[in-house]
Every structure is written in structure tokens, then in C-alpha cells.
């Protein structure tokens, strides 16, 4: 509850006080220093087809990848070709260089070399800290959980003495999930301000060879765990409620490291791990989402192509759900990335036509389609019937309370979505209207919201919207690649409040 409170904070904290708006509803104008998503919506869909676009590189696979070069055995050179080059996957790349790995961008390709001299990183005044620890790499890691959990992960496998910090909303993101497993196994981790968040100082490695037990599904925690592992090459056991995304389990078994699963919990059972100097990221079905939404809400009659996506089964929920529903998907030219990760072309054909509602109910489910939940409530919301995602109660805890925020982005089209403690119940069929609507800063609402606004006619915009940018960057020429209207509109200062 305690943890709920906080993160009500950093929310408000992004917003003004309501105001009435000239399109529909009311909403807290988020403060932003991000452009707008300007949507001209409606128009029908271009009739010639087939249409391919291709998306950027998986933001986890990324993380993984560039994370691989802190681990024993890592090659001086290791080049991550496709990296995703949002927000939050370079958030890592001066916590790297305060590490003494040098990281350059080759096009599509990030290079990371060691040694190097370490480059340090200014410190974040923290209004609890007056002195830092001396002498260690101070690691700040932006907004995003991934890296600074994985790093956390790392590091107390390594026993790399480092402080791991992020920016203030990151700082009330839970730390816990992962840390008292680590401290379980050994590791020797302190709270540098409140118990359970971010600034992390990590003293002293895992060695305590035992089973832990995760407190939720979060695949940073379980990835977090497993990499300290197969960096100190320590045999233990992590039980989990729930197999979320398993990355890092295919990553290191790619490597050759030895990882025994049975159901509810892996093993490492024991390295070393080779790790190559090459490694490939397949585009990430999380971004595939948005145009293959966009094109089913239009109804497109063509085919949508979405090549080279990562096809790993714990992260389709997105599309097996609509396709289990009715929707025209499939998944072809399989093969298998050298990371272990499948990958092949999302091809979407037609609309939603026949599709009453949808239903997510399973955890392992709703951990396959976790970061599209905004995306699935306004398809949803499109839809006839009463539909449901739940098992969902790690949404409060993301960038934004995201049950929350996406139930009041999608209000503000006018549709009927009502936050549960654990998911969202969306009551299709409400009439839906383009307008001004609110991202709060958070870039699966921002993306959720401007491909409605695709379908809608007359103008929306997405305040702030184009923090996109965290996790797609080029998300508005992709779905213009595919008809949309779509413009940034820098942030004037009308908003009459300041
Ligand atoms: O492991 C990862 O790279 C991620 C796991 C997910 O979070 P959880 O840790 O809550 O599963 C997801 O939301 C995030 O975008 C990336
Ligand atoms: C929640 C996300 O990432 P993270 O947890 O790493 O901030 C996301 O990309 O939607």
C-alpha cells in the first residue's frame, strides 16, 4: 500500500491540475518537456498493399547483449548489431563507460570495447544523501528498471563494488524484488536512502549456493538473479510463480552455460560461459504491435509485414490473444537468432471484424503481452464487447501506474476503461473521439495513444507524446510508413497554467 502511496507521488508530480479541455473529457495535463504526437485521423487505409515495415531492435534482447560484455570471459570487443537505440537502452551506456567499457554506435551496430579508461558519472543529488560512498562507480541508469536491475544483477555476481542509482521516478521503481534475493545468496547490497529503492550500493558478491524464491513475476528480477549467477558461477535455484520473458535463460544457455529448468523454477547448474563477439537483436514484437494494431483497426484488407521479429513465445502475447480471438495473424520465414531467440515475419491481414472481446486471465499470459496492455485496452475499447486483462497487478509499478494511466489516456477518447486493483475491464462499444489526450510522460501510453488516434477522424494530440522515444524512436515514420498522419509539435507553453 505504502509503495502504491509513492507511486501516486511521482504521478502527481507529473501533473497539472485539471483544467477542461476543448475535445472530450477532462484530463491533468502532463508536464512534459517531450514534443506532442500530433494525429490527423480516419482517413481510410491505403488501398494498395501489401505493405512491410520493419521495427526496431528488442529493447530486453538489447539490454541482455550489451550487459554480456560485463560478464568473465566477455571478448575485448562485442559488437550488438540491431540494438534497439531508444531511451532506455542507451540509459546503459554511461553507467558502461563508468565501468571502462567505451560503447560506439556503428549505424544499427554498438560496439563496446574493454578496457578503456573509465569515463565517471555525475552524481544525482538525492535529498536523503549527504555523502556518497568513496571510491566506487557511481552508475545512473535514467529511467530505465531493466538496466539498473540487470546491473544490479551483474554487478553482485562479478562483486564489482558500484552504486546503482536512476532518475526520480526510477528511484521509487521497487528494488526489492531483486535485492533480497540477492542478499539470500550472499550478496552484500545496502539501501543507500529508503529501503527497497534506488540508490543501491553493492559491496560484496553472491556466494551462498541455496534456492531463492521470487516475490513476483518481473523478468528483471528473475534475469537480474540469473545473471549474478553466471557471473560468479555460484550453482543455485530461483523459484518463480510465473515464467515471464526468458531472455537471459536463452541467452546463457547460448552461451553455453548450464541452465536446468523444471517447472516454477532454473537452475544454474554451472558455466563458463563463451560469449561471442557478435550478437544479433531481432526486432522487438512489443514495437511490431503497434502498426499490426494500427492495420487491424483500420481493417486494412492487404497484408502487413513485420520482418526479422523476435518470435519467442513469451512475448506474443499480443498477437496470440487477438488471434485467438479471431484476428487474421500469423508468423512466418522462422529461424533462430545466435542468442537463441526465434525469429520471423508478423503478417497481418484484415480487421477485427467478428471479434466481440478479449480475455487475458492467465499470469503467464499477461507477463507475454506485459508492455502492450495499453495498446491491448484501446484495441479492446474498439471492440464490442466487454473484455478483461487482468493477473496485471505489476502495472503499478512501471514508469507510471499504468493501470491507472491507461485508463485515463483511453477516458479521454471517451471510452469506457475501469481500473481493478489487478487489471483493466474495458466495456467496448462506447463512442470514441479524437481530442487532446494525455501520455504522462510514459511511452507505452504515448504509442497506445496515437495509434487509436490513427482510426479516429478529426485531429488528437498526445501530450508529450513523443516520449516514444524511450523504447521506439522512430515510431511515427513506421506508422506513416503505413498511412498514417503523424506529426511532432513542439511544446509551447499555452498550457495557461504555469
Ligand atoms: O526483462 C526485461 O527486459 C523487461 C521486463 C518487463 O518488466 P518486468 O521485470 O516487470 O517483467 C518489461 O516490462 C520491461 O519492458 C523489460
Ligand atoms: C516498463 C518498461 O521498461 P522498464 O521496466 O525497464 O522501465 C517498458 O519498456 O515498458
Known amino acids: 500500500m505504502l509503495l502504491l502511496e509513492s507511486r501516486k507521488t511521482v504521478q502527481e508530480a507529473r501533473s497539472r491540475n485539471p483544467e477542461e479541455t476543448d475535445g472530450p473529457g477532462e484530463f491533468d495535463r502532463p508536464a512534459t518537456d517531450s514534443a506532442h504526437l500530433v494525429v490527423d485521423g480516419g482517413r481510410e487505409p491505403p488501398a494498395d498493399g501489401p505493405l512491410s515495415v ?13 550487459l554480456a560484455a560485463l560478464l568473465p570471459g566477455a571478448p575485448p570487443v562485442l559488437s550488438v548489431r540491431n540494438a534497439n537505440a531508444g531511451g532506455a537502452v542507451r540509459a546503459l551506456l554511461p553507467a558502461l563507460g563508468a565501468l571502462g567499457l567505451r560503447v560506439d554506435a556503428d549505424g544499427d551496430t554498438l560496439v563496446v570495447r574493454r578496457p578503456v579508461a573509465p569515463v565517471p558519472q555525475r552524481t544525482r543529488g538525492h535529498p536523503a544523501i549527504t555523502s556518497w560512498p568513496e571510491d566506487v562507480p557511481y552508475l545512473e541508469t535514467g529511467g530505465s528498471s531493466a538496466a539498473a536491475r540487470l546491473l544490479i544483477g551483474i554487478l553482485a555476481g562479478t562483486g564489482t563494488r558500484a552504486v546503482v542509482d536512476g532518475d526520480d521516478v526510477l528511484r521509487h521503481r521497487p528494488m526489492e524484488w531483486l ?17 527497497g529503492r534506488l540508490p543501491v550500493y553493492v559491496r560484496g558478491p553472491v556466494c551462498r549456493t541455496r534456492t531463492v524464491e521470487l516475490s513476483v513475476g518481473s523478468a528483471q528480477a528473475r534475469s537480474g538473479v540469473l545473471l549474478a549467477l553466471a557471473a560468479a558461477d555460484l550453482p543455485a535455484t530461483v523459484r518463480h510463480s510465473v515464467r515471464s520473458r526468458d531472455h537471459t535463460e536463452r541467452m546463457l ?19 563458463p560461459c563463451t560469449i561471442p563477439s557478435v550478437i544479433d537483436v531481432p526486432a522487438d514484437p512489443s514495437l511490431a504491435a503497434y502498426p499490426v494494431a494500427a492495420h487491424l483497426m483500420w481493417g486494412g484488407t492487404h497484408a502487413l509485414r513485420v520482418p526479422n521479429v523476435c518470435l519467442n513465445p513469451t512475448r506474443l502475447g499480443f498477437f496470440e490473444v487477438l488471434r485467438r480471438a479471431g484476428a487474421d495473424i500469423a508468423y512466418e520465414d522462422r529461424q533462430v537468432t545466435g542468442s537463441g ?40 475499447a474498439r471492440l464490442p464487447g466487454t473484455s478483461w486483462i487482468g493477473c496485471a497487478e505489476e502495472l503499478r509499478f512501471k514508469e507510471t501506474d499504468r493501470l491507472d494511466t491507461t485508463a485515463r489516456m483511453a477516458t479521454a477518447f471517451g471510452a469506457s476503461v475501469e481500473p481493478a486493483p489487478d487489471g483493466l475491464t474495458v466495456v467496448g462499444g462506447a463512442a470514441l473521439r479524437a481530442g487532446p489526450v494525455p501520455a504522462f510522460e510514459d511511452h ?25 522515444r524511450t523504447s521506439f524512436p522512430d515510431f511515427a515514420e513506421v506508422q506513416r510508413a503505413i498511412g498514417a498522419r503523424i506529426a511532432e509539435e513542439e511544446v509551447s507553453d499555452d498550457r495557461g497554467d504555469d
Not at 477485427?352 to 492467465?362: A, F, H, P, T
Open 179 to 195: 535485492v533480497e534475493p540477492l542478499r539470500e545468496l550472499g550478496a552484500d547490497l545496502e539501501y543507500l536512502a529508503e529501503p
Open 341 to 380: 531467440e526465434p525469429c520471423g515475419t508478423v503478417v497481418a491481414r484484415g480487421g477485427l471484424n467478428g471479434i466481440d472481446s478479449v480475455r487475458v486471465d492467465e499470469p503467464a499470459v499477461l507477463h507475454s503481452l506485459l508492455d502492450e496492455v495499453p495498446l491491448l485496452a484501446v484495441v479492446a
Open 253 to 271: 544457455t547460448a552461451f553455453g552455460g548450464r541452465l536446468s529448468e523444471a517447472p516454477g523454477e532454473t537452475r544454474w547448474a554451472g558455466g
Open 54 to 66: 520493419t521495427v526496431a531492435g528488442d529493447k530486453s534482447v538489447s539490454h541482455r547483449a550489451l
Open 444 to 468: 507505452r501510453i504515448a504509442m497506445a495513444a496515437g495509434t487509436l488516434a490513427m482510426c479516429l477522424p478529426g485531429r488528437t494530440t498526445v501530450w508529450g507524446g513523443a516520449c516514444h
